[in-house]
């Protein structure tokens, strides 16, 4: 997806859209406290458009802030930052899930929202740099028009002869939900150690048949028909549910990480106190009964309910990681499962 600038505006579709889906938003207005005497917010995200809109349009509403977005894939965002290009025109970054961003804390300013106290304990940011947002787990999308009697609850059952070449799972490292369901993949089918995990992996490639560039192209692939199932994220399959599409949401019974996506001040950043202002904004109350609502995603809160598109987590399998092994890991097995899928695959090409 190229990168592309846009300055989100409040607009009546999107107020109509929210009102079509039985949720109203309501902030507080029409007081001076309420506006904050700053021109505008500068933000990288690699989050949907249609994610972004309805969020930053309350956000703009409320503070009087004008917010300009860059959109874009997660690792180029990350790499912009990181080499310091052009980011004097940046404050926030805004997606990508906790073990992407967890390496590049140093990028970051230290800042806690106000709503910290409010955050799940899981979710609490104890780095001080890496706010969570969403709570975010990996899942399995199956079309039911095409999985015929063939059973799918979990990894193991993705090896079936009959869904050869039929699985979708985007291998592109610009994308979160690759390395979350490489790691869940690692830690549920090691059971608990990720270094037992990769003969699965060598199995699973096998069954593979080519590769996706995009996130987008495994959830949307699997509602067209193009494949069987697909290793996405609950956000993606949850939305193609609300939309009336024929699909299940799978959570694999070996096991469940659920991934927080974080938001970032980028250090050094121009808009300093706009930034920390978006931060606690979008982890407000308000702001998170949209997000879980509206748009499918888990709230990071203790008191804002998920969609009714979603189970209550208690039902999933949760398990857990080591976070500071996977960022210390992260790269070599990101390329290690690059050497297993190239050596493992009979047409190794590149779907986009």
């Known amino acids: 997806m190229k990168s592309r600038f846009f300055v989100a505006t409040i607009i009546v579709s999107l107020v109509l859209a929210l009102g079509c889906v039985g949720f109203t938003l309501s902030f507080n207005k029409g007081t001076d406290n309420d506006v904050i005497d700053y021109e505008q917010l500068n933000i990288y995200s690699s989050h949907a458009v249609e994610f972004l809109s309805p969020i930053i349009a309350e956000f703009e509403s409320r503070t009087g802030i004008r917010v300009n977005i860059k959109t874009g894939r997660t690792d180029d965002l990350l790499s912009k930052i990181e080499k310091r290009q052009n980011t004097d ?9 906790l073990s992407v961003l967890r390496p590049y804390m140093n990028q970051f300013e230290e800042y806690s929202s106000v709503n ?4 799940c304990d899981e979710y609490n940011n104890v780095e001080g740099m ?6 975010v787990p990996s899942v399995i999308i199956v079309n039911l028009d095409l999985v015929g009697d063939v059973e799918i609850k979990g990894y193991e059952d993705l090896l079936n002869p009959k869904l050869r070449g039929k699985i979708a799972f985007c291998t592109s490292s610009a994308s979160s939900s690759y390395h979350d369901h490489l790691i869940n993949m690692l830690y549920a089918m090691g059971k608990g150690k990720p270094e037992n995990g990769w003969g699965y992996v060598v199995d699973f490639c096998r ?5 996706l560039y ?3 192209a495994v959830y949307q692939g699997v509602a067209d028909g193009e494949f069987v199932a697909g290793l996405t994220f609950e956000e993606a399959a949850a939305k193609l549910l609300s939309e009336g599409e024929n699909i299940e ?12 996506e974080c938001i970032c001040l980028v250090k050094d950043a121009p808009n300093m106190e706009n930034g920390k202002a978006f931060i606690d904004f979008v982890t407000g109350y308000d702001a998170q009964r949209l997000i879980a609502q509206n748009l499918n995603r888990r709230s990071v809160r203790r008191d804002v309910e998920h969609s009714k598109y979603l189970i209550d ?3 999933i ?3 857990y990681s080591d976070s500071e092994l996977v960022s210390s890991m992260n790269d070599e097995w990101v390329q290690h499962f690059m050497r297993i899928y190239s050596e493992n695959i009979d047409n190794y090409n590149w779907i986009d």
């Open 130 to 135: 890496l706010t969570r947002f969403v709570d």
């Open 317 to 319: 399998n949760i398990i």
């Open 116 to 119: 910290e106290p409010y955050v």
């Open 249 to 260: 949401i799978v959570y694999m019974k070996e096991g469940v990480l659920s991934a927080p």
């Open 214 to 216: 995009s996130a987008s």
């Open 207 to 211: 069954n593979l048949n080519g590769q």
């Open 313 to 315: 987590k208690e039902k």
């Open 89 to 97: 025109d940046v404050d926030i970054m805004w997606g990508g899930s």
